[in-house]
């Protein structure tokens, strides 16, 4: 690509004086920072309006970064390294004490990712350390999954964006914890539980959609701080309805409603509705989500009304689908 390298170099200028860098990767926008300089991470918490207690995640350009920002580094991180980076899994390990405790909300364990995106790798690859990578949101509200979406979100702030394209994941990393000897996912993803657990060996839990969210504090006993269940929130008012309840839901209004659904053959059309077709399959579905959240609020409708995707018993990805809408449209 024409003035890359000059991108990347004045990005790294930029990471080193201790600024913002918004990068690609292949879930969602992550919104860059030195992160072993505390100041550099402060400045991403109060840009994002992001709670203390909600840690980053430490990107690394490979497994050699990973262990410089890891405390141990056991056999399970390893084997997950290997099969699954570059790739949408950050792992959860105890931190070294060069992390500043920032980064980790003040608890004990960091999580590191090495994300698959080829301009985020030469960002990594020529900054030389670990970079923190939120993703590139106003805390709260719906992803990034394109340069533009997080221009939007920090216009006013200095923010360098790398454009690296609409991202091809859609949503979020899978969150593994493996640290004690334990295997917990604390957040889904594109790589779902029963994969891990193949790779490792035995059984891993599944602790999203329930009980490790909504404990707002990781000093304590939350693992995954930052799964409060209100989350990926468009700024309509949003509801999740199974198909035959959707003429129920629009009932409620009086001005329009934008209908999302995978399967338009069950809408019927009307006044009142505006309707956006997602992909029948979970892949694509995941992929379109965030721009289709976007889509929704651009119009000011007086409700988004989402029909329920299909469980995982068909694909494993429509659970991480359905613990983000669930987020979507959930208020606290
Ligand atoms: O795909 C992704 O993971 C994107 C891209 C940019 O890499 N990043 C991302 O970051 O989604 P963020 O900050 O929006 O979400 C990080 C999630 C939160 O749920 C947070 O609580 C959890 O990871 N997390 C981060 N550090 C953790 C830690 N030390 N222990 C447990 N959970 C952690
Ligand atoms: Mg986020």
Redesign the pocket.
């Known amino acids: 690509m024409d003035g890359q390298p000059e991108q990347i170099a004045e990005a790294v200028t930029r990471l080193k004086s201790g600024g913002l860098v918004a990068f690609p990767?292949e879930?969602?926008?992550?919104l860059g920072a030195d992160a072993l300089s505390e100041a550099a991470v402060q400045r991403v918490f109060d840009v994002k309006g992001r709670p203390a207690h909600?840690?980053?995640?430490v990107?690394v350009s490979g497994e050699a970064m990973a262990k410089r920002v890891a405390a141990e580094w056991p056999e399970d991180a390893q084997k997950l390294a290997e099969r699954f980076w570059p790739g949408?899994l950050?792992i959860?390990v105890p931190?070294a004490a060069s992390v500043p405790g920032i980064v980790?909300?003040g608890?004990p364990?960091?999580?590191v990712?090495c994300?698959s995106h080829p301009l985020t790798l030469s960002l990594l690859e020529a900054f030389g350390g670990p970079l923190v990578?939120?993703?590139?949101n106003v805390s709260g509200f719906v992803?990034p999954t394109t340069a533009e979406h997080v221009r939007e979100a920090f216009e006013a702030r200095d923010v360098l964006v790398l454009d690296g394209g609409a991202c091809t994941g859609g949503i979020?990393?899978t969150?593994v914890?493996v640290v004690g000897g334990m295997a917990r996912v604390?957040?889904s993803?594109l790589i779902d539980a029963a994969v891990i657990g193949e790779v490792l060996g035995r059984v891993v839990e599944c602790a999203d959609s329930g009980v490790v969210s909504a404990i707002p504090n990781?000093a304590t006993s939350a693992?995954?701080?930052?799964?409060l269940s209100s989350h990926y929130s468009p700024q309509a008012k949003a509801v999740m309805v199974e198909a035959p309840d959707v003429d129920k839901a629009v009932a409620t209004v009086e001005r329009e409603c934008v209908l999302i659904t995978h399967s338009p053959d069950e809408i019927r059309s009307g006044p009142k509705r505006h309707v956006i077709s997602m992909p029948g399959d979970a892949r694509g579905y995941a992929r379109r989500l965030y721009a289709a959240l976007r889509e929704a609020d651009a119009m000011h409708p007086e409700l988004i009304v989402i029909v329920t995707p299909p469980d995982e018993s068909t694909n494993p990805v429509w659970r991480a689908v359905r613990d983000r809408l669930k987020r979507a449209t959930t208020r606290e």
Do not use: C, D, F
């Not at 879930?27 to 992550?30: D, E, P």
């Not at 693992?223 to 799964?227: L, M």
């Open positions: 990767t879930t969602v926008y992550g909600n840690p980053l995640i990107h949408p950050s959860v931190k980790t909300g608890g364990n960091v999580a990712r994300p990578g939120p993703s590139a992803s979020e990393s969150v914890s604390l957040r993803g990781a693992e995954s701080p930052g799964q």
